[in-house]
């Protein structure tokens, strides 16, 4: 099946996602679908029985989509890709996710926001994971504040595993590996980096977080791209503002200006924005044994609910079939347990247990 995934993946970069989907929808068996795909592209089978057997000999993990350990913010992303390649130990399932990202020409501003930010963040939350594009300017900024806070940091290129752009962060990316990060791709090794694929990986370094911090930004760039993805997937943006003569922060005062994204002045900004200390209050408290059934400010019909999200992520539809609550009402129960930091939406009207 390890395979047949990745066979999809390679048929997708001519074939198209769309047409893929429509393969499954027609022929109903996965087993259909590679032998259509096999048909197709002869060649590609080899190649990715040739990417399997080298990521087993330079020990980099590959995650399919069914896969436990796979992003599952990112599974819940309608582009997501059908497997990435992990190098590292990096949990990409952690609790607290969050990017930060922004124009390669980072001024000195921005680099003290990013030390302060992430210092701080760090101290607040200090299960929180940092995720960036290992670019130049922010992003690497961003990924030494991480290692510098002793917090882990995940790294999303733009290439295959057998190389790194830009070589001059090899240093910090090893790192990363011999931590709780890592590096992650989608792009199968021997993949050298093109001018398109960075805008292609932006929407992994979206869909695989909570929220997205822009730190400088001139009015146009990857940055607000990323900002554009990580809001058509329900998730949080914020933006760093800037002096309004500056160049680098137009593109974050434009978002700010725009309600595109919210105003970030401190860590504790993103820390009551997201309600994390609410999360980490029930969280610690599950850990002694307290359950949230038991919680009296939760009605009967909140509490069931909970026990249904118990078993994990589920759509609306599904939780109303589930605990037989109307629609109507239900959506009124999930904004309230929305209210009360104890679960958050996702994307495709799905909602997850915090």
């Known amino acids: 099946m390890l395979s047949h995934l990745i066979l999809s993946q390679l048929a997708m970069g001519t074939y198209g996602l769309i047409q893929i989907?429509?393969?499954?929808?027609?022929?109903?068996?996965?087993?259909?679908?590679?032998?259509?795909?096999?048909?197709?592209?002869?060649?590609?089978?080899?190649?990715?029985?040739?990417?399997?057997?080298?990521?087993?000999?330079?020990?980099?993990?590959?995650?399919?989509?069914?896969?436990?350990?796979?992003?599952?913010?990112?599974?819940?992303?309608?582009?997501?890709?059908?497997?990435?390649f992990?190098?590292?130990?990096?949990?990409?399932?952690?609790?607290?996710?969050?990017?930060?990202?922004?124009?390669?020409?980072?001024?000195?501003?921005?680099?003290?926001?990013?030390?302060?930010?992430?210092?701080?963040?760090?101290?607040?939350?200090?299960?929180?994971?940092?995720?960036?594009g290992l670019a130049y300017g922010v992003d690497i900024c961003a990924h030494r504040a991480a290692l510098n806070s002793g917090i882990p940091t995940i790294g999303i290129v733009a290439h295959g595993q057998d190389t790194l752009y830009p070589s001059l962060h090899r240093t910090e990316a090893n790192k990363m590996c011999l931590g709780n990060g890592g590096v992650v791709t989608e792009f199968f090794?021997?993949?050298?980096?093109?001018?398109?694929?960075?805008?292609?990986?932006?929407?992994?370094?979206?869909?695989?977080?909570?929220?997205t911090i822009v730190i400088e930004s001139a009015s146009r760039g990857g940055g607000l791209a990323t900002a554009r993805m990580a809001q058509e997937y329900n998730r949080e943006v914020f933006a760093v503002p800037g002096p309004i003569n500056a160049e680098y922060s137009i593109g974050c005062n434009n978002l700010i200006r725009n309600n595109k994204a919210i105003l970030l002045t401190s860590a504790q900004d993103l820390i009551d924005t997201m309600q994390w200390q609410v999360a980490n209050t029930m969280h610690e408290m599950r850990?002694?044994?307290?359950?949230?059934?038991?919680?009296?400010?939760?009605?009967?019909?909140?509490q069931k609910v909970v026990r249904c999200l118990q078993q994990g992520d589920l759509q609306t539809n599904i939780i109303a079939m589930q605990t037989s609550i109307p629609i109507g009402t239900l959506t009124a129960l999930l904004f309230s347990l929305e209210m009360k930091g104890i679960l958050r939406p996702l994307s495709g009207n799905t909602y997850h247990l915090v």
Not at 117 to 126: N, Q, S
Not at 189 to 211: C, E, K, V, W
Request: aromatic share 6%; charged share 25%.
């Open 189 to 211: 090794h021997g993949t050298r980096s093109l001018a398109p694929y960075f805008l292609q990986r932006n929407r992994i370094i979206a869909g695989m977080s909570d929220a």
């Open 21 to 84: 989907k429509s393969l499954y929808d027609e022929e109903g068996t996965a087993e259909n679908v590679i032998h259509r795909l096999g048909k197709t592209f002869p060649n590609e089978e080899a190649i990715a029985k040739t990417e399997i057997s080298w990521c087993k000999q330079n020990k980099v993990r590959i995650l399919t989509i069914s896969d436990v350990d796979y992003p599952d913010r990112l599974r819940h992303c309608p582009d997501a890709p059908m497997a990435i």
């Open 287 to 302: 850990n002694k044994g307290i359950e949230r059934t038991l919680f009296p400010t939760l009605s009967q019909d909140e």
């Open 86 to 132: 992990v190098r590292g130990n990096a949990d990409l399932n952690a609790q607290h996710i969050i990017s930060i990202i922004g124009t390669r020409k980072c001024t000195t501003y921005g680099q003290d926001c990013i030390n302060t930010l992430v210092k701080d963040i760090a101290t607040l939350c200090p299960d929180v994971h940092i995720i960036s």
